[in-house]
């Protein structure tokens, strides 16, 4: 089968899967203190519609799996999830983004399912900021979720996601650095982006990726930069002696548009070919009205076919998405 190109020419390999727009967790960068209205669950996809996109997807050659909320692990039963999308023909790769609040628990049925890599969010090791940027007292349970994980082998890379607010993750690089060598964790450093749902994101809070660089080598000498795939949205380093790795995902500082092979399934199944869209395609109404395969696959070709070239952050009069983070799913 020709495989999934937009009107760039860029080939499509990775889709994130949000499957749920609930959290647990109410992170200043992403949520608001109540949260927000959830979506009815019968507005959500089940997993076997889920199962089903993935399938005409990886068809297409669309075998980057990555699953991802609100808080996915908060979707009940997740691991039977996880089990049928391990299954399908042509995912190579199946990964979550979580929060880790409930890793502790899921990491062995999750692996035991399929799943193969893992990014948990951390921001912070202390406890009191932890709690201040999360607004959970849960720092222990993540770290639990972590180190529990780390008992899997066959979870590898796990990626610890730092989101870098300027004037308050300055002071957490040193200890976030010093995990990723201590511990068999790549520290990824994510700029902070304007997808808050609270819409209070300014471009002067945005500690960039070179910054970041900057406090680390100041501490530890130059970094030595890593070979990464095109598409990767990350920069990886490592440490000079070697024991270590951090990764640098720059996308106000450093846009890796040009490159982009993502596309994203919202939870209530609208298709959004970048993060920053402001338009979407629906494919939960198709699906539910008896769509075929082949008209499933002729909708996404078409969609994407428009996937935006790149976000316009930097451009003035740049336009918020038409959806906040824990709606889209990173
Ligand atoms: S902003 Fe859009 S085009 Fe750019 S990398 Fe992200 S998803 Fe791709």
Redesign the pocket.
Known sequence: MAPLVDGWGREIGSVRVSVTDKCNFRCRYCMPADGLEWLPHAELLTFEEIARLVRVLAAMGVGEVRLTGGEPLARRGLPELVALLSTVDGVHDLSLTTNGVLLDRLAAPLVRAGLTRLNVSLDSLNHVRFAQMTRRDALDRVLAGLEEAERHPQLRPIKVNCVAVRGFTEIEVPALAELARRKPYVVRFIEFMPLDADEAWRGDEVLSGAEIRALVEARWGPLVELPTKASS?ARRFRFADGIGELGFVS?VSE???S??????VTADGQL??????RREWDLKGPLRAGASDAELEQLIRHAVRH?????R?NDAGFVRASRSMSQIGG
Not at 259 to 264: K, L, S, V
Not at 272 to 277: H, K, Q
Not at 307 to 311: C, D, G, P
């Open positions: 949205t996308p846009p890796f548009c490159a982009c092979d993502r596309i994203r959004r070919t970048c993060l920053f869209s996937k935006e070239l790149k976000h952050i």
